[in-house]
Each structure stands twice: as C-alpha cells, then as structure tokens.
C-alpha cells in the first residue's frame, strides 16, 4: 500500500506557473509507474503526464513543452512544473502511483488558472 498526498495547487493568472507535489508514504523507487490526471467539471478524468521508475515519461499533447514531470526517489516525491498556465488547464489534479495490479490515488488539488 502507498498513501498519496497532493499539494502546490491554487489560484494562478493565464501565462503563469505552479509546481505540484506528491509525496508518497514510503519509497517510490521500487513503483512503476507513477502520474498525474487532472479532472474538469463535467469531465472525464484524463493523464496528464506520467513518469516510469526508469524516468521514461509520457505527456498529453495539450500540455507537452509546458509542463514538465519529474520523480525525486530520495524524498519519495513526483513534482509536476506547470509553466505557461492556460484557463483550460483549470481541474482538479491527482496524483496516481502503479505497482503491479494495484493502483493507488491522492486526494487532487485543485488547479484554477484566472484573471
């Protein structure tokens, strides 16, 4: 079992930046796979980025050259950097871990990109 814990979400103007934190209950070194989705209103929940344990990462092209999605092993964290914030990138964003058949979810943050 892994607990996930999100945080760095909030209220942030068009053209802006924020950095989001995962921070797993224990080592994440061993974990598959881990990510980020997001969830808008009356959306379905869609992957955002996503990392392997061997730093392969994967991006949705809405996002690819804007956001960027990092895993630090040592403090069991996934970071995902959001630069260049557009209003459509308004949700709620959750952090997700897969090891073997089991898969494990954060709370979310919630995202808002608004002038």
């Known amino acids: 079992q892994v607990q996930l814990v999100e945080s760095g979400g909030g209220l942030v103007q068009p053209g802006g930046s924020l950095r989001l934190s995962c921070a797993a209950s224990?080592?994440?070194?061993?974990?598959?796979?881990m990510g980020w989705y997001r969830q808008a209103p009356g959306k379905e929940r869609e992957l955002v980025a996503s990392?392997?344990?061997?730093?392969?990462?994967n991006y949705a092209d809405s996002v690819k050259g804007r956001f960027t999605i990092s895993r630090d092993n040592a403090k069991n964290t996934v970071y995902l950097q959001m630069n260049s914030l557009k209003p459509e990138d308004t949700a709620v964003y959750y952090c997700?871990?897969?090891?073997?058949?089991?898969?494990?979810w954060g709370q979310g943050t919630q995202v808002t990109v608004s002038s």
């Open positions: 224990r080592t994440i070194f061993s974990i598959n796979r």
């Open positions: 990392i392997t344990s061997l730093g392969r990462t």
């Open positions: 997700n871990a897969v090891q073997g058949l089991s898969d494990y």
